[in-house]
């Protein structure tokens, strides 16, 4: 075991920790007044959910030993045969007990993405049988093809560094799909009622994704200082050009512009931060920048529906145009253990990106909407007209995010 190896990914696992409560913050500065609280829970109660389903099975559904290449047997099932020792075929240097804890902090914002798409009209009580399903049902086997020993879309050749395809596609298409399924918001035309509290969360975003990006190297080496450069990259050249587009279309650079400009440029380079150069990082920003920009603006006028914080705009867009990035622009000159993409003479990795993006929207999309399905046989999933006029603050949770006498 190497000790700065451990203490790199520690660090890093407290980093990506720290982005579910920024998340929070960020879409609680973004809804209505009366819904902040609501909002905010729906990411903390992830934090609740998930650690407690991911020592149970989780944790072995996504990395336990495989089977047929689609889930982990229960063999790490209440963390048995998970300890101090390192684990060669997932780190040779730090703890297996630690990778169990890093990939933790992913499987929880996951689920905490998609909240976004649907903010404002779910119940609590179904929220709470639907973070818990999707995670077991659709989180934990993508995390297992992508990323387990022994997973399909791993043994295919696919590359995702920091889960382009296993978070920010899986919470973009599912939530796009609970969006639409829940139904639109009554009272929709809203302003952000703290844009101080979601410029804190963005950048705390920012501030721990160098984690999550970085500290999918599992180790401090020259691949990991790469993510790292590359992550900061392509987050300042997307937020240039989301401000830039912003500005010529609406003559006005606004915050709120800046951090999803940001967050958009952070979800493309996630999948490739670990592949690429730093150049091309700063293409696959700009890029992912303008792509978000207009995906936000129009693509929910033009379709007509209600993805509230845009889940979809942002994660789906950017982690499709993230993975296929990928597969242009990898390559072996910046990590050995990827592969050379389509600039670097290597055109079927696009191929293998396609593949497994593909895989991951139809699997999300399907795999959502039974899970909706299900969970509206047993709850009531909308609030009612009543409780969305009240504010769902009150009317679920009994309490007021701001008291002014």
């Given at each position: ?11 890093s ?59 982990g047997?229960?063999q790490y099932?209440l ?6 020792k390192?684990?060669?075929?997932y ?27 649907f903010?404002e ?16 049902i ?13 997973g ?16 920010h ?26 844009l ?5 969360g ?14 999918s190297a599992?180790?401090i ?9 590359t ?13 830039t ?10 915050v709120?512009?800046?951090?999803t400009?940001?967050?958009?440029g ?13 150049g ?9 920048g303008?792509?978000c ?15 509230a ?10 982690g499709?145009?993230?993975?296929i990035?990928t ?13 050379n ?44 007209d ?16 701001y008291?002014?006498?």
């Amino acid at each position: 075991m190497n000790f700065a190896d451990t203490t790199f990914v520690f660090l890093s696992t407290v980093l990506v920790m720290i982005m579910t409560p920024a998340l929070a913050m960020f879409y609680g500065g973004m809804v209505k007044t009366k819904n902040t609280l609501g909002t905010m829970m729906h990411s903390y109660a992830c934090m609740i959910i998930v650690s407690l389903q991911w020592i149970l099975i989780g944790y072995s559904i996504a990395f336990g030993p495989d089977i047929s290449g689609l889930i982990g047997n229960f063999q790490y099932a209440l963390l048995h045969h998970v300890g101090f020792k390192p684990f060669a075929p997932y780190s040779s240097t730090i703890p297996h007990s630690l990778f169990m804890m890093f990939q933790l902090m992913f499987a929880i914002i996951t689920p905490g993405l998609i909240t976004g798409a649907f903010a404002e009209r779910i119940k609590f009580p179904a929220f709470i049988l639907f973070i818990l399903l999707w995670t077991t049902i659709i989180y934990d086997p993508l995390a297992h093809w992508v990323w387990g020993n022994g997973g399909w879309i791993k043994n295919l050749g696919a590359l995702d560094f920091a889960g382009g395809t296993v978070v920010h596609i899986s919470s973009g298409a599912s939530g796009l799909v609970a969006a639409i399924m829940i139904g639109k918001r009554k009272y929709i035309k809203t302003s952000p009622n703290n844009l101080t509290l979601t410029f804190i969360g963005g950048t705390l975003l920012w501030f721990g994704w160098f984690g999550f990006n970085a500290g999918s190297a599992l180790a401090i080496n020259d691949v990991a200082m790469n993510a790292f450069i590359t992550t900061n990259t392509a987050a300042a050249a997307a937020a240039a050009a989301w401000i830039t587009c912003e500005w010529f279309i609406t003559k006005r650079p606004t915050v709120l512009g800046a951090l999803t400009g940001t967050l958009a440029g952070l979800v493309s380079i996630t999948p490739a931060c670990g592949f690429v150069t730093v150049g091309s990082s700063l293409v696959i920003g700009i890029i992912g920048g303008i792509i978000c920009f207009f995906s936000v603006s129009f693509l929910k006028k033009k379709f007509n529906y209600d993805d509230a914080l845009d889940a979809f705009g942002c994660h789906g867009i950017g982690g499709t145009w993230g993975a296929i990035a990928t597969g242009i622009f990898a390559t072996k000159a910046v990590n050995s253990a990827g592969a050379n993409g389509l600039l670097y003479g290597n055109a079927s990795l696009v191929l293998k990106q396609l593949e497994a993006t593909a895989a991951t929207y139809a699997y999300s999309i399907i795999g959502t909407i039974i899970i909706i399905k299900v969970v509206s046989l047993i709850f009531k999933i909308r609030s009612t007209d009543e409780e969305e006029l009240q504010g769902l603050d009150i009317s679920i949770h009994g309490e007021r995010a701001y008291h002014i006498d």
